[in-house]
């Protein structure tokens, strides 16, 4: 069982930056490939980034790729999603999630943490 915490969402202009974080408490962090996924308002839940169990690969959706960064440290149990640039269809709830296979089939799910980007 692994429990998910996410926070540093916020509201922001456009064009800024953020950082969200994802602690994680329960079985062995590093047993699960870390993702990050995203539900605007009306729309379905889509996956932004993803982390391999060793940290050696990342994923990224096209829609962010060269804005976002997923990374991890092993020590505090967290995962982190940084990302710049910020645009107003980035407007979501991103959602921390951990899988004991696939990254894109998740297994644990946080509780959302809410990014608005104004334009």
């Known amino acids: 069982q692994v429990q998910l915490v996410e926070s540093g969402g916020g509201l922001v202009q456009a064009g800024d930056s953020l950082r969200l974080s994802c602690a994680a408490s329960g079985r062995t962090f590093s047993s699960y490939a870390m993702a990050w996924f995203r539900q605007a308002l009306g729309k379905e839940r889509e996956f932004v980034a993803a982390i391999t169990r060793s940290g050696g690969s990342t994923y990224y959706a096209d829609s962010v790729k060269g804005r976002f960064t997923i990374s991890t440290d092993n020590a505090k149990n967290t995962v982190y999603l940084q990302m710049n640039s910020l645009k107003p269809e980035d407007t979501a709830v991103y959602y921390c999630?951990?899988?004991?296979?696939?990254?894109?089939?998740?297994?644990?799910w946080g509780q959302g943490t809410q990014v608005t980007v104004s334009s």
């Open positions: 999630s951990a899988s004991r296979g696939s990254a894109i089939s998740p297994d644990y």
